[in-house]
């Protein structure tokens, strides 16, 4: 296996003739878990990314929300035998703590037994796991700072340009695993009639550090998910193994209390003291981090057609890039290199049908994902505070832990089990029909109950 950076030293065009090896497009998590699942079942692999190596970055390798790892996640690292590594640099999540504008706070357990969390992880670290995992493989090259920019799909070859070339390269077929904006999806569908839609959400989302106290212990409760729900914003945190809390604020972009209105330190200070102000004595380097800090965009994305005939697909956000509030993006990724390699197995002799099978099978889910991914949105800033809220879900736990197989919280479906999305969605919203029925019944009782005895009072 090789490591290539910037390979050539001079200005020219290099022409690849690789016909017996798979090329994938991106680098981050889902091409290097792909690459590694493909060259693991002895396949040739060649791996192209537009970034630089980010295993040699340090901290620059760039900022983004730490992950939830769930089931989907982990039968993904399993299949590869990263699983325990990837754990044991984790901190486990059985919970999400809720705090509310006067200081207080409640616990909401993510499942119905101890088996049912979440793990945080840092995205940059895994990221170079599957790497240094990939590179090990023989049968493997790495390409850093070779930016796709072309395809042609006539003559099955895909135009990368580097700081000094340009390579041409002609793959036995191709995987898009090149995130949110892919180039690769954008060439597969020129021309084919395909759909494509994405829609940005008016709220960015900023990165801040809860660090541990001199002692190195976290000044909150590590084993949990922070929240700081308002109705205008939201903070998020995330646990890391050093006692530290990666916290993520979501703010709208403009208009009032918005990351637009925020043009000095001092209104900055002015917006954690109205909606935050437990934060500000554990924020110690608050001003520093908010100007060195970018905003980021959040968006959703779906599209069809994910494959081109016999030699292209794409895998994760070039497909279905998702919201980060179910906390399902990276999740579903995975499972979408697993489903992508059933596939590939089930039509071993037609990767054309491979390729068909996978996007008929999965986009309906994903899709399905995507507007789940919005509604929990609302929950974390709205719902997650109300009684009313609380007492269904108590009662959506208790109904389970009675039926266990034939009722399933939504969270449980999505986070705890490898049911299909659109599966969960459509059995969540029956449940929710018959909780509604529940729930007003009771309230029809309680009434006339209450009435009866306010006539036999008069």
Known sequence: MSTINNQANITGIKQINN?????IVGGGLAGSLLALMLAQEGHEVDLYERRSDPRNQGDNAGRSINL???KRGMNALKLVGLLDQVLSSAVVMKGRVIHTPDGETSYQAYGKNTDEVLHSIDRNELNHLLLDSVDKLPGVNLYFDHKLVSINKASREIVLNTQEEQVRVNPLWVVGADGAFSTMRKELQKGERADFHQEFLEWGYKELTLPADSNGNSVIELDALHVWPRNHCLFVSHPNLNGSHTLTLFLPFEGKDSFDSIKCLDELETLFVKYFPDLIPMLPSLKLEWEKHPVGSLLTTRTSKWNYDDWGVLVGDACHAQLPFYG???NSAFEDCCLLMSALKTHKENKGKAFHAFESSRRI???ALGQLSKDNFVELRQKVRSPWFMARKKLDLAISKLWPTAWQPLYSMIAHSTMP????MVKARRQDR?????GTCTLLGVTLVAGFLFKGSI
């Not at 016909?19 to 090329?23: P, Y």
């Not at 999305?421 to 969960?424: D, N």
């Open 19 to 23: 016909n017996g090896k798979v090329a």
């Open 365 to 367: 889910h994903t899709n």
């Open 68 to 70: 939830g790892l769930s």
């Open 434 to 438: 018959i909780l509604n029925v529940i």
């Open 328 to 330: 399902q993006g990276m």
């Open 421 to 424: 999305y659109g599966e969960a």
